[in-house]
């Protein structure tokens, strides 16, 4: 039963996050909004609605390990694992622009969280003070994207695609949109459950299942379109749309949850933190040599998100050093 939770809400949560960003798109469109600010402020935040409605729904519900866990396995997920096998599927361009301001903006985003988390809790004042960051990051983003074609800028080219297939009228979009919004409610409710429920079952910690099952359902959707995009040759975006993600993730997803319920922090999660601050600082180096992740380095960010989920095992006492040549 707890895997019909947690599978059945995933998919909830996948579907509602789509119609929120469909139905967004469309009441963005019907009131002649710039691609610009539908990409930003629609898309992105639409794509990131997962991780925002899980982060929510478990500090309500008492399980703050899945709250963070959640945002720092999907960072994680998003830099070493979708990035790396879109990378060896084909070379990803990354534009010095999204590698400098976006790429900053990660790292320090992220560095701040293992700062913050040191004193074994995200309060409310730190929840403000990071929506505050968020915010100023949107606005240097949009006023450093303005007039840009979409060529020049991510959240204008998701946005310009996007509109092209839409042609459903606004009334119809609002309707798509508040289905979405309760399917993500619902969903969160469902995944939440599902995931303290197998915790409890397999003996494994609310962390854990944060980390791995629930961050890979949040993260289908930039798993499935980035790897389709890399396939087809449309790899212009893909750096920014991951970068871009995990920066709303960070800051917008954990800044609103605490700032609603204060965040309890696990000690164990100090490790995940670093872990996301280190793949940022390793992912950075690796574009701006010759703004290109390349194949070798496709295949680097792979196994060291492996080499990641070995350790996740060994510390949860699922793998062993002798099952992995260690003694």
């Known amino acids: ?193 599902g995931a303290v429920a197998v915790a409890h079952e397999f003996h494994l910690s609310q962390a854990m299942i944060g980390l791995t099952a629930v961050a890979f359902g949040s993260s289908i959707p930039e798993l499935a379109v980035t790897l389709i995009a890399a396939a087809r040759g449309q790899t212009q975006i893909a750096v920014g749309h991951l970068v871009g993600s995990n920066v709303f993730n960070s800051l917008g997803a954990i800044g609103i949850t605490a700032s609603l319920v204060p965040l309890s922090v696990n000690p164990i999660l100090s490790n995940d933190l670093l872990v996301m601050a280190g793949a940022s600082a390793l992912l950075l180096p690796l574009l701006i040599t010759s703004w290109r992740l390349t194949r070798p380095r496709g295949v680097l960010l792979v196994l060291s998100y492996a080499s990641y989920l070995v350790f996740l095992g060994w510390r949860q006492g699922l793998v062993t050093p002798a099952m992995v040549g260690l003694s």
């Open 1 to 193: 039963m707890a895997y019909w939770f947690l599978g059945g809400g995933l998919m909830m949560l996948l579907f509602g996050s789509e119609a929120v960003v469909r139905g967004g798109v469309t009441m963005a469109r019907a009131l002649n909004l710039p691609p610009l600010v539908i990409g930003l402020l629609v898309i992105t935040a639409g794509t990131s609605a997962p991780e925002f409605a899980v982060s929510i729904q478990a500090a309500y519900a008492g399980a703050p390990d899945i709250a963070l866990a959640n945002v720092v396995g999907s960072n994680i997920l998003n830099l070493l694992l979708i990035l790396g096998l879109a990378a060896m599927i084909r070379p990803l361009p990354s534009s010095p622009k999204v590698v400098l301001r976006d790429g900053t903006a990660m790292l320090l985003a992220a560095i701040a969280l293992a700062v913050m988390t040191r004193n074994g809790s995200i309060g409310k004042i730190e929840g403000y003070a990071l929506l505050a960051a968020f915010a100023l990051y949107v606005v240097v983003h949009f006023f450093s994207d303005w007039r840009r074609s979409a060529e020049h800028s991510v959240p204008c080219a998701r946005a310009v695609a996007r509109l092209q297939t839409d042609g459903l009228s606004g009334t119809a979009g609002l309707f798509i949109f508040l289905f979405g919004l309760v399917g993500l409610a619902v969903g969160a409710h469902f995944a939440v459950d």
